[in-house]
């Protein structure tokens, strides 16, 4: 079987953290093409990564011109997301773009739209959604086990781990900070489990409190307040049209040991689950209030190593696997656009004071 040219766009933190060293494990794919604007980055990525012939660029457009490409993986900063991952649409390939989809909703809603008219493949990076204790309670979800989910929390902080390297902190670049960047995820994982996509209304607030404080007790080391220039921690409270509520708590540095993220927690007419100990389905059973914790992974089974396929792994291979088989995507690009919609929602409200309402 022909194996898929797969080209990589941004060789830098999540490319070498995730992407690469997934795409590396799997039999119907190659990687041919790197491209980054530090040279020395895609060079490195192609000698550990590529194909014998692998092809170095600087320049995205020179790399969609030049190779004949099925699949490209991008991994930029926010604001070029949009813009590589259209160009590569039209160029006749699947995308699978890093989280979040865009830097603003109107980008993300014309990635959504070049993708139809085009007829390729588009995906998200979301991959919390690919974790055991996430496809368990989706499939709790699925069950009806918890009824109707009318009320649920996205969890996304952190007491002192800000970001200090790449573009961060840099608003231009980014979009925004932790909620763009961490609340992203929590958000994605609770819409997902509600299969709620739907918004009537969203309410937010952003602060920069400890953004502008000099600070050395961070678990990334210290940052500069100067260049600090996007949110600390942003709230959010969205109304969906169903009359379900949903609570984002995103924070890269807030005073409190409440903390966790790509988490969250869900509440139904019968029964409720959360991420906040370990996976924790609670209910009741022959008329007593009932809490369980399912075992996952290979817990307690002797003469296993328990090594399970990580979260990243399983994006990668499912992601392939529904272009080799011409299936959906496991992350819609409709999906991921509701997203954007609601990060972007909850700025605009902060900004103005005043709630946003979705037709």
Not at 78 to 86: F, V
Not at 247 to 253: D, G, K, Q
Not at 284 to 293: A, R, V, Y
Request: charged share 25%; hydrophobic share 40%.
């Amino acid at each position: 079987m022909t194996k898929l040219k797969l080209a990589i766009i941004g060789c830098g933190g999540i490319a070498n953290g995730k992407q690469m060293p997934s795409l590396s494990k799997l039999e119907d794919i190659e990687m041919v093409a790197f491209c980054d604007l530090v040279e020395e980055r895609a060079q490195k990525a192609a000698a550990e990564y590529g194909t014998k012939t692998a092809e170095v660029y600087t320049n995205f457009q020179e790399l969609l011109e030049k190779e004949n490409l099925d699949v490209v993986h991008v991994c930029t900063p926010n604001k070029s997301h949009a813009e590589i991952s259209i160009a590569a649409l039209e160029a006749g390939c699947h995308v699978m773009c890093e989280k979040p989809m865009a830097k603003t909703a109107r980008e993300a809603k014309e990635m959504v739209e070049v993708a139809k008219r085009t007829g390729k493949k588009l995906t998200i990076g979301y991959n919390n959604r690919f974790r055991e204790d996430s496809l368990y309670m989706k499939d709790v979800c699925e069950s009806g086990e918890l009824g109707e989910i009318y009320f649920a929390k996205a969890h996304a902080i952190r007491r002192r781990a800000v970001p200090t390297w790449g573009v961060f902190l840099n608003e231009e670049e980014q979009g925004g900070g932790p909620l763009i960047d961490i609340g992203t995820h929590a958000l994605d994982l609770t819409l997902w489990m509600m299969d709620n996509y739907k918004v009537k209304s969203v309410v937010g607030n952003v602060y920069h409190k400890l953004s502008d404080q000099e600070s050395k007790a961070n678990a990334f080391g210290a940052w500069d307040a100067k260049e600090f220039n996007v949110e600390d921690s942003a709230f959010g409270m969205i109304t969906m049209k169903d009359g379900a509520t949903v609570i984002l708590e995103s924070s890269w540095a807030l005073n409190t040991l409440d903390v966790g993220e790509a988490q969250t927690t869900l509440c139904g007419t019968n029964g409720g689950a959360d991420m906040k100990d370990g996976l924790r389905i609670n209910g009741e059973k022959h008329g007593k209030l009932h809490t369980s914790k399912p075992a996952l992974g290979a817990d307690g089974v002797a003469f296993f190593d328990g090594e399970v396929e990580s979260d990243a792994d399983l994006e990668a291979r499912l992601w392939i696997e529904s272009l080799v088989n011409d299936t959906e995507p496991v992350v819609k690009p409709e999906q991921a656009l509701v997203v954007s919609e609601i990060l972007e929602a909850i700025y605009e409200s902060a900004k103005t004071g005043k709630a946003v309402y979705f037709d």
